[in-house]
């Protein structure tokens, strides 16, 4: 019986810090050990080429980083491919025969492409490269006929602009050669969005307010003592709050079964008065010590070798282009274009 395929992954724009973690990464680890899926996991260089076209050395040093941060989450080459999106050709010509499929006007109205371009602040220079990445991820999705794809909320959109590339394309040609995806979405939408240490909406590289993975001890202890609390939580005596305070939000997230009756007692302490928001922190801080050292410890081994590393990769890689290869066989066949 064949196993349902798992496509997932990552722009390399930089390392990834605890929302990448809790939003995708450690579940990834989960599926991927369940043994029940076969698991395709990539790092998208030319899709982060979309908006930093001029930093490709930047990409190409998060390249390495990222995969450290795989490895050390514990993402397993042999269990799952790990690959480099531009070393797949064909994806490029695939994403080149579904662009013909869709119209200018459908990808202006792709609500996530809308967001980002507004939040990337493009104006009128919008790169014609972001604006088709839909068509791309479509392209990545579809060569390893992909039937399940992890991803927060905010990509529903990009999972339904697959499903009517796949169906066009299978309507236009008279065949079943593509597979129409469904998305994976987290049950835990707090997990799924993790906002920054500044409680700002999203933990994110730009606006300086995330936990990276790679992070040593004392540069978590600074961050988490520098979070976010109730500004009005003055002196340890006074009532506090625990909505929007990030202390309690981070506490809900990482904390295990075994942590909850202490975090309930605590939550109650702190909002009857008496509790102290460097107790909490610190408690906070061991609660994420426990999940971060052996990930760390693992990332200075790995380190160790990065020759190793992109040997991975490129084992990765070359199985990851057989599999696209034969698709793009598949499509062209439908298509008519396979000439000699």
Known sequence: MTRPIILTGDRPTGKLHLGHYVGSLKNRVLLQNQDKYDMFVFLADQQ??????????????SIGNV??????????PEKSTIFIQSQIPELAELTMYYMNLVSLARLERNPTVKTEIAQKGFGESIPSGFLVYPVSQAADITAFKANLVPV?????????QTREIVRSFNYTYKCDVLVEPEGMYPE?????RLPGLDGNAKMSKSLGNGIYLSDDMDTVRKKVMSMYTDPNHIRVEDPGQIEGNMVFHYLDIFGREEDQTDIAAMKEHYQSGGLGDVKTKR?????LERELSP??????????????VFAMLEKGSEKA??????TLSEVKEAMGINYF
């Open 48 to 61: 982060a080429l979309t908006d930093h076209a001029k930093e490709s050395e930047m990409i190409k040093e």
């Open 67 to 76: 995969a450290l941060d795989y490895l050390s989450a514990g993402l397993d």
């Open 152 to 160: 927060g909320n905010d990509q529903k959109p990009m999972i339904e």
């Open 188 to 192: 835990n939408e707090a997990a799924g």
């Open 283 to 287: 408690y906070l801080l061991d609660i």
């Open 295 to 308: 990930i760390r410890e693992r990332r200075l081994e790995f380190a160790k070798d990065m020759g190793q």
């Open 321 to 326: 282009r057989a599999v696209a290869g034969q």
